[in-house]
């Protein structure tokens, strides 16, 4: 009796073992190598969740990612515990939490808090993701003298098994000179990664400006077909300084602005394909 008890028990285990391994790969079987992948990416500056109004509302900025059903947000202006503007709120684990989606944070500005042991007080920018977030680095971009710190935040996404390379990025308001050093270095940074890459961000230039031929010569633009894709200011738009450029291996369709006055910029999205050439894009960095 106690010899059958154990080889029953050690059938139940063989078939939990199996089960187990069979769910681990389910997603991975029903999509096999070759078939393509559909990705809604959004990029969009949510100026601390403060619409025209003056109200601030995250929920508002919430709706308007969800109702756009996107996959990956690269969002500007946010703030972690930076000040009583947005309540001392960490903006983007409220997002992420409400939206049930992966993410990333990214501090440009870095300060003590106000009172000890309170968190640091924080701005910068923040990746939104439903597929998980293998990795993530925020590369503080160069500037010129004491102007405000820029980044560029870099993660890894797991699309179904494609690794994506999205990077997120505010560049300077201030001068063309400074956003020429930062585009050189966002170039630089860029090229190091092997595989599909999309770059979101508000990079406060109009496309005909000399520090957006970098980008223009190294990758695509998604709204190429659509010069007059305003995004700023929200209410009568009349400029368009916000971008999502991919690799020239990934195609792009969809391109919109969503009309909203959430924020003082406009959100804009495209879906991307992403092909499966090989599992798990072994080798790439």
Same mark, same amino acid.
């Given at each position: 009796?106690?010899?059958? #008890?154990? &080889? /029953?028990?050690? &059938?139940? /285990?063989?078939?939990? /073992? ?6 681990? %790969?389910?997603?991975?079987?029903? %999509? ?16 601390? $969740? ?17 109702? $756009? ?5 690269? @969002? ?36 003590? *808090? @106000?009172?000890?042991?309170? *968190?640091?007080?924080?701005? $910068? ?8 977030? =293998? ?5 503080? @971009? ?7 710190? +820029?980044?560029? #935040? ?16 505010? /560049? ?27 770059? &979101? ?5 109009? *496309?005909?400006?000399?520090? &957006?031929? =970098? ?13 007059? !894709? ?14 999502? %450029?991919? #690799? ?13 006055? !959430?924020?003082?910029? =406009? *959100? ?5 394909? @992403?092909? +499966? ?9």
């Amino acid at each position: 009796m106690r010899k059958v #008890s154990f &080889m /029953l028990a050690v &059938m139940v /285990l063989v078939v939990s /073992l199996s089960s187990l391994v069979g769910n681990a %790969f389910a997603e991975e079987q029903e %999509f096999p190598r070759g078939k393509s992948v559909n990705v809604n990416v959004m990029s969009y500056n949510i100026h601390h $969740g403060e619409g025209v109004d003056g109200i601030l509302d995250l929920e508002r900025i919430a709706r308007i990612i969800e109702e $756009g059903e996107a996959d990956i947000v690269g @969002l500007q202006e946010v703030d972690n515990h930076f000040s009583e503007r947005s309540d001392f709120q960490d903006q983007a684990k409220w997002l992420a939490n409400r939206l049930g989606m992966f993410y990333t944070y990214a501090a440009n500005l870095d300060y003590k *808090p @106000l009172n000890e042991g309170e *968190p640091r007080r924080q701005y $910068g920018t923040a990746i939104l993701s439903k597929y998980p977030i =293998l990795k993530s680095e925020n590369h503080l @971009l160069p500037k010129i003298r004491n102007t405000e710190q +820029r980044g560029l #935040s870099e993660v890894t996404i797991n699309v179904k098994g494609n690794h994506l390379h999205a990077f997120n990025t505010h /560049l300077s308001h201030l001068t063309s000179a400074e956003r020429q050093i930062q585009m050189e270095e966002i170039i630089q940074i860029t090229g190091e990664s092997k595989g599909p890459k999309v770059i &979101m961000g508000d990079l406060n230039a109009t *496309p005909e400006v000399n520090e &957006m031929k =970098l980008m223009y010569s190294n990758y695509i633009d998604a709204f190429a077909n659509q010069n007059e !894709a305003y995004t700023f200011p929200a209410e009568n738009p009349t400029k368009r300084i916000d971008y999502i %450029f991919t #690799s020239n291996n990934i195609e792009t369709n969809g391109a919109r602005v969503i009309d909203t006055l !959430a924020s003082d910029h =406009l *959100p804009l999205m495209t879906t991307i394909v @992403l092909d +499966r050439a090989e599992p798990f894009n072994n080798g790439e960095k």
